[in-house]
């Protein structure tokens, strides 16, 4: 049976406010979501035809600040993914301490199938649709799956336009030239490599001449690989939505950028042998990635899984039967919500310029980016030993009670 990601986010937060004793009304509150804006609207094609797209906004939880998280663009975007993906944004801002709620937000679509201009009248009608949720102060979307700086710039432009001046604050992951923030584009990636020292350093193992292999080959595996490689560590296996390649030898991160430069993918990468998106699960490797979409790595995956480390670059990659077999393999898993926190703590700064006009250089951005992943790291750690409880189930504990306590601090409206 394959669980569905709300069910599994429900599930943990079910577990996990037990274990810490919270009151029945509190995890029923901590379960559901606070806004769910389900969206269908028109867009005119390049040919003349007007074609029908759904979509929807999540608000989950807004006890800790405004609400924040990305905007995807995915045929398989429903409601019920945006839910869990939502709430999981909540936690991944309360765990790594940044001044939010969750929420996030998707249209169901084949962007690769979209014209440019296509792209941006879907991206300004979805703003449009959902304009009276978002804010600078209400709600700020970012990049999520096949969302870029672009697709910020037009959801800036939408936004702005219709409330008569600029409103920079409103996205995050947008061009530097209209108020984004250096260093944004990486910060996933970024943030994926600094947990990934951390963890190396956890289990005794030596990053440089680390074997990696690498699921999804975007804004997160892509970039990671290259950070990997710069850091020492032997990328030798990769795959993305078309194709997988393995090489034992390594992977070289600027020959395979020029590559799919070319091509749009990283199958038929001269340098390295194909394999199958499934058996990327069961290369020999040190550290494996899964930095795709949900529910990628399964339990029959984890049973043939090598690796030591699972640095979860995407949102909800592993199944719960999998984390079950990974723990009793003694696998050291770095859970979304920390693991791939570079992101919007990196929006976060973007925010915080916006607020101020007042702009960092990248060192600024990188340095304060590995402190406070460093901060998170060594708390969830810390939990995670104190309780004698692995790190996901550690990270959940610290986000759902520093939420927990601000609704409580906040009292029951009326
Ligand atoms: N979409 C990213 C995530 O899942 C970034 C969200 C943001 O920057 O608000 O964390």
């Known amino acids: 049976m394959t669980l569905s990601p709300w069910w599994i986010a429900q599930d943990r937060v079910d577990i996990v406010s037990k274990r810490l004793g919270l009151e029945k009304w509190m995890r029923e509150y901590l379960k559901s979501c606070k806004r769910v804006l389900d969206v269908t609207f028109p867009v005119r094609m390049d040919d003349g035809s007007v074609r029908m797209f759904s979509g929807c906004r999540v608000q989950h939880n ?57 792209l941006e009248r879907l991206t300004r009608r979805y703003t449009s649709e959902i304009a009276f949720l978002i804010g600078p102060d209400k709600d700020i979307p970012a990049p999520d799956v096949n969302t870029n700086a672009q697709v910020m710039a037009w959801v800036m ?54 074997r990696v292999a690498i699921q999804g ?38 020959k395979l950028a020029r590559h799919e430069k070319v091509k749009g993918t990283v199958a038929h990468f001269p340098g390295a042998k194909p394999i199958s998106g499934d058996a990327l699960f069961s290369v020999d490797c040190d550290i494996f990635v899964p930095a795709a979409l949900e529910n990628q790595l399964t339990g029959a995956r984890a049973r043939r899984l090598k690796a030591r ?20 393999k003694g696998v050291f898993i770095i859970p979304d919500i920390l693991c791939n926190a570079g992101g919007v703590t990196v929006s976060y700064f973007e925010w915080v310029q916006d607020i101020q006009s007042y702009f960092w250089d990248e060192n600024e951005v990188n ?48």
């Open 309 to 328: 480390i699972v640095a979860e670059g995407a949102n909800g990659p592993t199944m719960p039967e999998a984390d079950k077999i990974l723990a009793g």
């Open 217 to 254: 080959h975007g804004n997160v595996g892509g970039i990671l690989h290259r950070l990997l490689h710069e850091a020492g560590a032997r990328v030798v296996a990769v795959a993305d939505s078309q194709g997988a390649i393995m090489n034992p030898q390594g992977i070289d991160p600027v």
């Open 367 to 414: 340095e304060n980016l590995e402190r406070i992943m460093r901060r998170a790291f060594e708390a969830v750690a810390a939990r995670a030993k104190k309780e004698s409880v692995n790190m996901r189930t550690a990270a959940y504990m610290l986000a759902i009670e520093r939420v927990a306590r601000a609704i409580a601090i906040r009292g029951i409206y009326p």
């Open 62 to 118: 807004l006890a800790r600040g405004p609400a924040k998280g990305g905007i995807r663009f995915h045929p398989s975007v429903t409601l019920d993914d945006v839910k869990a993906l939502a709430m999981g944004m909540t936690w991944k801002c309360a765990v790594m301490g940044i001044p939010y709620g969750g929420a996030k937000g998707g249209v169901a679509c084949d962007p690769k199938k979209l014209s440019l201009g296509e």
């Open 157 to 210: 432009d939408t936004y702005s336009e219709n409330v008569g001046y600029s409103a920079p604050g409103v996205v995050t992951g947008k061009p530097i030239e209209i108020g984004g923030s250096e260093g944004r584009r990486e910060a996933t990636a970024r943030g994926c490599a600094v947990s990934i020292q951390l963890a190396c350093d956890a289990v005794g193992l030596n990053l440089p001449g680390a």
